[in-house]
Nanobody
Framework: QVQLVESGGGLVQAGGSLRLSCAAS????????MGWFRQAPGKEREFVAG????????YYTDSVEGRFTISRDNVKNTVYLQMNSLKPEDTAVYYC??????????????????WGQGTQVTVSS
């Protein structure tokens, strides 16, 4: 049984930082591309960041480029999202995603194999 468990969300002031973690189990982690998506109230789920199997290639949506960093530890079976210079518009539920195809997990949320339950990030102004 595959499980993706996110942690690290919370309330932070604008300009602050948070680090999200996603611990994976029940799958061969190194064989999966990993991604982070987010969904704000009343909006569709959107791609934030993605990373290939070894971590050698990363992808970001334009609005977080230069502020967020995705990374992974294939020994700990964990993917991270370091979020700096947070803005109120970053407020959303953040979801971890896993798919054997790292390109699929770095675009739209459609067709992705596995999802976590989400963690709330709230940025106050």
């Amino acid at each position: 049984q595959v499980q993706l468990v996110e942690s690290g969300g919370g309330l932070v002031q604008a300009g602050g930082s948070l680090r999200l973690s996603c611990a994976a189990s029940g799958l061969t982690f190194r064989n999966y591309g990993m991604g982070w998506f987010r969904q704000a109230p009343g909006k569709e789920r959107e791609f934030v960041a993605g990373i290939t199997w070894s971590g050698s290639i990363t992808y970001y949506t334009d609005s977080v480029e230069g502020r967020f960093t995705i990374s992974r530890d294939n020994v700990k079976n964990t993917v991270y999202l370091q979020m700096n210079s947070l803005k109120p518009e970053d407020t959303a539920v953040y979801y971890c995603a896993a798919d054997p195809d790292p390109v699929r997990v770095s675009r739209s949320p459609n067709g992705i194999d596995y999802w976590g339950q989400g963690t709330q990030v709230t940025v106050s102004s």
